[in-house]
């Protein structure tokens, strides 16, 4: 005696394609929004990472790098550029990168780093690795990537009063970057003239990197004029 085996209807078949479709997208924001967060706060602890390092070169030289007084207080300086990025390294590694990606020396009395001390050691991460998602510093040098997409700012206190004032043309390009997490209602209702004023001695700001859809880290708390 032969046995039925039982199948799935179309209509069944449907409906289960439906509720999956459904909980796909519940969950799909979910996890997507998980996994943009989790890169975000690498970022913001790489930023934080180069802050506290810069710190640590001030309390050796007694001043912040030389390039980071290219600038009049409130304009960033932008690290994306070539120059900034070179001087960048060698402050904080005391070396350059060749184009293949290895480290050379430099020379001793480097304007930038005179004594070559390495007050942070990079990691494969901070830079663009090929087949590695998760580096992002990347510059127009060759053997990293090209810079369209990317918007990594530096500033610092350069009156030496303890604050940083960052010049409207700097804030109005990060409020309209935070327009994508925060209504139009609460951008406006930022007060201007308190959201431009940052008590640190150096600040550093990753307003978009494209290519790896992350956005909006910054080395201080902007959070807090949202709540």
Known sequence: MKTKTKAFTLIELLVVISILGILMGIVGPKVIDLLSGS???KMQ???RGWVTQLHQYK??????PPFLSNAEEGTPINLSE?????NFMISLKGKTMSDNGAWL???????QNP???EFHSFSDDEFYIPDNPLSFLRTESPHLKGTASLKLYILTDQDGDGAIEMDETLVDEILESLSSDFSSTEIQNVDREVFRIVYDKIIILLLEDEDLDVRNVYS????????
């Open 59 to 64: 309390s050796h030289y007694g001043y912040f």
């Open 45 to 47: 602890a790489i930023l």
């Open 39 to 41: 890169e975000k706060t």
């Open 105 to 111: 020396e430099i020379d001793i009395g480097d304007p």
């Open 220 to 227: 201080w708390n902007v959070e807090k004029f949202f709540e």
């Open 82 to 86: 070539q120059e900034n990025y070179e």
């Open 115 to 117: 004594k070559r001390k």
